[in-house]
């Protein structure tokens, strides 16, 4: 059997590593003043690995949270620049909140509800010297 790879396992930051710390020192201080040893070890060992676990998945969500809110953005920002600024259709002025987004790049105009595909904003035409 294999031994897992410690390098590959990810470590708490700092003030989470500290919260561990301080439900050690506490643990400890109540299995020493009421001489608990068997079991109290085990039991702060049970409470320890659950507080890690906890934090953990907190840290987990938090961080899928804030890339979501990211791909959120960049999605946002990009549908800004690929949207035409009047309908095809009817020439009604168009931006990306009045839309409604049928998918990532298309779109119906919120008046005559046509059709709209999103694409890339034209590159400018490099600048030609003039001689």
């Not at 930051?13 to 001489?35: D, E, N």
């Not at 085990?42 to 791909?71: C, H, M, P, W």
């Not at 168009?94 to 119906?108: C, G, N, Q, Y």
């Amino acid at each position: 059997m294999a031994k897992p790879d410690k390098k590959n396992e990810p470590e708490l930051p700092f003030k989470w590593q500290q919260v561990q710390s301080a439900i050690w020192l506490i643990g400890l201080a109540i299995i020493a003043l009421r001489g608990w040893w068997f079991p109290g070890i085990l039991i702060l060992v049970a409470i320890s690995g659950l507080s890690q676990a906890f934090i953990a998945s907190y840290l987990d969500k938090n961080t899928a949270r804030e890339e979501a809110v990211t791909r959120a953005q960049i999605l946002e920002e990009t549908r800004a620049t690929a949207l035409p600024p009047q309908c095809p259709g009817c020439g009604a002025p168009l931006d990306t909140k009045s839309v409604i987004w049928r998918s990532a790049a298309t779109a119906s105009c919120p008046y005559c509800n046509t059709s709209i595909k999103a694409t890339r904003p034209q590159a400018a035409p490099p600048a030609t010297p003039r001689a």
